[in-house]
């Protein structure tokens, strides 16, 4: 069975970087098929797709969100993270990482809130 957990600070200060980790166990993060996806929530909205991490090492990324965003993985520590520049309030949100397979989202994470404010 996978699991997902999120790490990383829970405020950031407008204009700066947003990095966030999504630890993976029960798999390798190469295993094929497999699509490590970012997901946000802003509050009193709907989830937002951020982007994705492929198998093969493949990215890709939302359109309105493709200038200030970076997913990575490191196959050592079996993880991949996210990376949003220039981050503004609007960025608020509750980010999850997911696992996507088949056509669906199967495991998710529980879910990190992080804050933008000075």
């Known amino acids: 069975q996978v699991q997902l957990q999120e790490s990383g600070p829970g405020l950031v200060k407008p204009s700066q970087t947003l990095s966030l980790t999504c630890a993976v166990s029960g798999g390798p993060v190469t295993t094929n098929y497999y699509y490590w996806t970012w997901i946000r929530q802003p509050p009193g909205k709907g989830p937002e797709w951020i982007g994705y991490?492929?198998?093969?090492?493949?990215?890709a990324y939302s359109p309105s969100l493709k200038s200030r965003t970076s997913i990575a993985r490191d196959t050592s520590q079996n993880q991949f993270t996210l990376q949003l520049t220039s981050v503004t309030p609007e960025d608020t949100a509750v980010y999850y990482c997911a696992k996507f397979e088949g056509g669906g989202y199967d495991y998710w994470g529980q879910g990190t809130q992080v804050t933008v404010s000075s």
């Open positions: 991490i492929g198998y093969s090492g493949s990215t």
